[in-house]
């Protein structure tokens, strides 16, 4: 007998799609169709604008930009540079009135 | 009111807010290297501009074989452009219509309005 006989069988492409979507997933895909992320997104901007965290972080590029020369700099250069700053400096008010806004949501589209 | 429903509820809105600062941040990064690469920075080059002219104005100054007098006549100045030492824009003498050099103006001034009569008003 072949050895080819006893492999294990073809895996279904559909059984293989049926892995089961996560919560985080389902939310997701909520949110984008009801299209509270975008709302949510405009809503960070515009507070991280009025703060002055959007220049805080624009003043950081231009230092950088500044240093290394216009001609060397990458986007990905730029994205590690203001991460961590960025993500530490929101400010708590800010953060909260997020974290409220999804939480909400999160209870609205309870499953 | 605490439970695993609410430290999940917790845990998932925190994934989403970093979710939505971490698309932020990389639209300003994306932003920023746009207006770099576009030279769109004015006061960036400007201040390149700048930097490089006081470098080379603290040179000239630092530099032992200029003397005195060279300096004042050829220094350069903020915008880095040079003077000579007798300002040599000409226009006209409104009292007697001659073609005076702007720098020799004073003096001829001094004669010009003074004609007439040699001992001056006080």
Same mark, same amino acid.
């Given at each position: 007998?072949?050895?080819?006989?006893?492999?294990?069988?073809?895996?279904?492409?559909?059984?293989?799609?049926g892995?089961?979507?996560?919560?985080?997933?389902i939310?997701?895909?909520k949110?984008i169709e009801?299209?509270e992320k975008?709302?949510?997104?405009?809503?960070?901007?515009?507070?991280?604008?009025?703060c002055?965290w959007?220049?805080e972080?624009?003043?950081?590029?231009?230092a950088h930009?500044?240093?290394?020369?216009?001609?060397?700099?990458?986007v990905?250069?730029?994205?590690h540079?203001?991460?961590?700053?960025?993500?530490?400096?929101v400010?708590d008010?800010?953060?909260?009135?997020?974290?409220?806004r999804?939480r909400t949501?999160?209870?609205?589209?309870?499953? | 009111?605490?439970?695993?429903?609410?430290?999940k509820?917790?845990?998932l809105?925190?994934?989403?807010?970093g979710?939505?600062?971490d698309?932020i941040?990389?639209?300003?990064?994306?932003?920023?290297?746009?207006?770099?690469?576009l030279?769109l920075?004015?006061n960036l080059?400007?201040?390149?501009?700048?930097m490089?002219?006081?470098?080379?104005?603290r040179?000239?100054?630092a530099?032992?074989s200029?003397?005195s007098?060279t300096?004042?006549?050829?220094v350069?100045?903020?915008?880095?452009?040079?003077?000579?030492?007798? /300002?040599?824009?000409?226009?006209e #003498?409104m009292?007697? !219509? *001659?073609s005076i050099?702007?720098g020799?103006? /004073?003096?001829?001034?001094?004669? #010009?309005?003074?004609? !007439? *009569?040699?001992?001056?008003l006080k």
């Amino acid at each position: 007998m072949k050895h080819s006989v006893n492999r294990p069988p073809t895996p279904d492409a559909a059984e293989d799609q049926g892995k089961e979507p996560t919560l985080q997933e389902i939310i997701n895909i909520k949110l984008i169709e009801s299209g509270e992320k975008e709302r949510l997104m405009e809503l960070l901007r515009e507070r991280l604008i009025d703060c002055g965290w959007k220049d805080e972080m624009k003043a950081l590029c231009r230092a950088h930009v500044k240093k290394k020369g216009r001609t060397n700099v990458t986007v990905d250069d730029l994205v590690h540079l203001i991460t961590p700053k960025g993500r530490a400096s929101v400010p708590d008010s800010v953060k909260a009135e997020l974290l409220q806004r999804i939480r909400t949501f999160l209870m609205s589209a309870a499953l | 009111m605490s439970g695993p429903n609410e430290d999940k509820n917790t845990q998932l809105s925190s994934h989403f807010f970093g979710d939505l600062l971490d698309s932020i941040i990389v639209d300003v990064a994306s932003e920023c290297h746009r207006i770099a690469k576009l030279g769109l920075d004015r006061n960036l080059e400007e201040e390149e501009e700048e930097m490089r002219l006081s470098v080379q104005a603290r040179a000239r100054v630092a530099d032992p074989s200029n003397s005195s007098e060279t300096n004042t006549k050829y220094v350069v100045d903020i915008f880095g452009q040079t003077h000579p030492s007798i /300002a040599t824009e000409i226009f006209e #003498c409104m009292n007697c !219509g *001659r073609s005076i050099a702007a720098g020799r103006f /004073a003096p001829h001034l001094e004669k #010009c309005m003074g004609k !007439g *009569r040699k001992a001056r008003l006080k």
